[in-house]
């Protein structure tokens, strides 16, 4: 068991993928090792409260489990499909729960480098560098373009319900969200460049 | 397509991208996908920034009880203990209210399964614990399996870019989601395992976005009563 879960660990996510879809649970625990602490503080984020977060993040997992021979490489990383699947569930939560609204707050500048320590592996380390440059990224944002992006993205909101929270026209609204994702892009690019 | 139409589609892509186009929006933008290179393009450009949104989050600690619950969860699937019924969080009910506008849920508390083409006498078969009919151009066959069933589609087609079928029950008025989402393979055969048959009604399939829905987002692909 012990050596299978180390040969697990030497595989990429993307080698693990067909390990799961084929219900090997040691592929699956690193897959969730790797990716369970962004996903459920996605979910907390989007729906604010622990226990909710929490079964969010099963749902989503016990989701990937069953089903991760649909998960496809060519359109994108494990973690961002993953994450996808934790996103769409929590907004699912969200709309089914009447009468409350969701958390909106964006996160603060200095979030990430409150995270506890865990195993610093190379890629965790470009991953934190990445949500670094991410931060600085949003933080160069206009407030008119973050703020849509975030009624978006963690409130779950259409651009049309946004237009009307907001009191603007549809166009402005989706207008903002090109503005915003396209400037995100640009700063990423040029940090990788 | 000139520069003013391409800016329009623009504003769609990142709408799109971040969820925030209605769902019968979103089919029209995943039409003009499919026969436009350029968007296509920008949309490749555009989401790395959708998908590092989620990486600036600020961090939690994941209870040291989500990952034992987990793992319990999947080694008891993997001892075979799938048949079980599902634990109760994941299995949240949702009422059938008309007020929820889903054109599906109409469909239920009204009883009409206008899209069931398989009533007796009608092409389908009833051969012991098996049901089979064609429905909506599909052949769809439900097995009684102990308590449980396993829903098998024929004759299903490509589904749009993350997109995955979803099932449904409806007993005692209420609509649940089964768990276990599923796609077609290359000769459009699909099927899924629904772990309690108990007391359902009527069973339905919806395409969903990746990792389901808790209640259905469109019409159904397919609806078939199930007799008591």
Redesign the interface.
């Known amino acids: 068991m012990l050596v299978r879960r180390e040969k697990a660990e030497r595989l990429a996510d993307e080698e693990l993928m067909p390990l799961v879809g084929g219900?090997d649970?040691e592929a699956?625990?690193v897959i969730?090792?790797r990716h369970?602490?962004?996903?459920?503080?996605?979910a907390?984020?989007i729906v604010g409260d622990?226990t909710t977060?929490?079964?969010v993040?099963?749902?989503?997992?016990?989701?990937?489990?069953?089903?991760g021979t649909?998960f496809d490489a060519g359109?994108?990383?494990v973690r961002?499909?993953l994450?996808?699947?934790?996103?769409?569930?929590a907004?699912?939560?969200l709309?089914?729960r009447a009468g409350k609204a969701p958390k909106l707050d964006f996160?603060?500048a200095s979030?990430?480098e409150?995270?506890?320590a865990t195993e610093k592996t190379d890629e965790e380390a470009l991953?934190r560098e990445?949500?670094a440059e991410?931060?600085g990224a949003?933080g160069k944002l206009p407030p008119d373009q973050s703020k849509v992006?975030e009624l978006?993205?963690?409130g779950?909101?259409?651009?049309?319900e946004?237009a009307q929270i907001q009191g603007l026209p549809m166009?402005t609204?989706?207008?903002r969200?090109?503005l915003?994702?396209?400037k995100?892009?640009g700063e990423?690019a040029e940090g990788l460049a | 397509m000139s520069t003013a139409d391409h800016n329009r589609w623009?504003?769609?892509?990142?709408?799109y991208?971040?969820?925030?186009?209605?769902p019968d929006e979103a089919k029209v933008l995943e039409r003009h996908l499919e026969e436009c290179e350029h968007c296509r393009q920008e949309i490749r450009?555009?989401?790395?920034?959708?998908?590092?949104?989620?990486?600036?989050?600020?961090?939690?600690?994941?209870?040291r009880?989500?990952?034992e619950?987990?793992?319990a969860?999947?080694?008891a699937?993997?001892r075979g203990a799938a048949a079980a019924p599902a634990p109760a969080?994941?299995k949240?009910r949702?009422l059938l209210k008309p007020a929820m506008g889903f054109a599906v849920l109409a469909l239920l508390v009204a009883g009409i399964v206008g899209y069931e083409v398989g009533r007796d006498g009608d092409g389908g078969s009833n051969r012991g614990s098996t049901i089979e009919r064609r429905v909506e151009g599909l052949t769809v066959k439900m097995t009684q399996e102990g308590d449980g069933g396993k829903l098998e589609l024929v004759g299903v087609g490509k589904l749009p870019?993350g997109k995955?079928l979803e099932a449904w029950v409806e007993r005692e008025g209420q609509v649940e989601a089964v768990?276990?989402?599923?796609?077609p393979d290359r000769d459009g055969h699909a099927e899924t395992t629904i772990a309690d048959m108990g007391g359902v009604k009527t069973v339905m399939v919806t395409e969903e976005?990746?990792?389901?829905?808790?209640?259905p987002t469109g019409e159904p692909i397919m609806t078939m009563s199930v007799p008591g």
């Open positions: 219900q649970p699956f625990e969730y090792d369970g602490g962004a996903a459920y503080s996605l907390y984020r622990r977060a929490e079964e993040t099963q749902e989503a997992f016990i989701s990937v489990w069953r089903s649909r359109r994108g990383s961002s499909w994450l996808s699947i934790v996103r769409n569930r907004i699912d939560f709309r089914s996160d603060d979030a990430l409150q995270r506890p991953r990445t949500a991410l931060r949003i992006i978006a993205y963690f779950g909101f259409s651009h049309s946004i166009g609204v989706k207008g969200m090109r915003g994702l396209e995100i892009r990423l | 623009s504003d769609d892509l990142a709408a991208l971040l969820g925030a186009l209605k450009w555009l989401e790395p920034a959708v998908h590092a949104l989620p990486e600036a989050v600020e961090r939690q600690e994941a209870p009880r989500l990952r619950s987990l793992m969860e999947v080694r699937e993997v969080a994941r949240r949702w870019p995955v768990p276990a989402l599923f796609v976005p990746q990792g389901g829905s808790e209640a």
